[in-house]
Every structure is written in C-alpha cells, then in structure tokens.
C-alpha cells in the first residue's frame, strides 16, 4: 500500500516554472514506477511523465518534452516534475501515481495508487 500527497501547484504567468512533489509513505515506494498524469476541465485524464523505479528510464508525453523534467529521491519516497516553459493549455490538475512493473507506462489504468492531485494554472 502506498499513500501519495502532491503539493507545489499554484498560479504562475506563461513562461514560468513550477515544481510539484510528490510524497509517498508506505513501504517499497523504491519498487514502484511513479508517472505524473493531469485533468484539464472537462476532459480526459492525459499522461504527463513517467519514471521506473531506480530512475534509469523516464518517459514523457510530446507535449511536454524539453519542458517538464521527471526525477525521484528514492530515500526521501519523493517524486519531483519540474516545468518550465510553462503555457495555458498546461492548466489542468496535476496527479501523481504508482504503478507496480518496471517498464513506465502511459496508461492510467495501469497505475494502482493515486493521489489527490494539486492544481496548477498557468495565465497568458
């Protein structure tokens, strides 16, 4: 079982950064893949990034690629996007999830634990 809290979202202008973390407790979050999905009004839940668990392999959605990095400190069970270049169609909720299998994947239903999401707004 594990349990996940995102924070860092917040409002920010077009062309900012923001960075969002994901805390998790429970045991083996070592073991997981943790991806990043969001959830703009009124549409479907899309992927973000992905990272496996020792860190080695990470994935990204075409949107977001050169912009967003994926990283995680498994010592400290966190999980870390940094955005940068930050644009409106970026305004969604932002999640956090875990999945166990080591491959990433960018299928939502492929991810076991979810937390409760952080919203992130990005102004033109």
């Known amino acids: 079982q594990v349990q996940l809290v995102e924070s860092g979202g917040g409002l920010v202008q077009a062309g900012g950064s923001l960075r969002l973390s994901c805390a998790a407790s429970?045991?083996?979050?070592?073991?997981?893949?943790m991806g990043w999905f969001r959830q703009a009004p009124g549409k479907e839940r899309e992927f973000v990034a992905a990272?496996?668990?020792?860190?080695?392999?990470?994935s990204y959605a075409d949107s977001v690629k050169g912009r967003f990095t994926i990283s995680r400190d498994n010592a400290k069970n966190t999980v870390l996007l940094q955005m940068n270049s930050l644009k409106p169609e970026d305004t969604a909720v932002y999640y956090c999830?875990?999945?166990?299998?080591?491959?990433?994947?960018?299928?939502?239903?492929?991810?076991?634990?979810w937390g409760q999401g952080t919203q992130v707004t990005v102004s033109s």
């Open positions: 429970g045991r083996s979050f070592s073991s997981y893949t």
């Open positions: 999830a875990a999945r166990v299998g080591l491959p990433t994947s960018s299928r939502p239903y492929e991810y076991t634990y």
């Open positions: 990272i496996s668990w020792r860190g080695g392999t990470s």
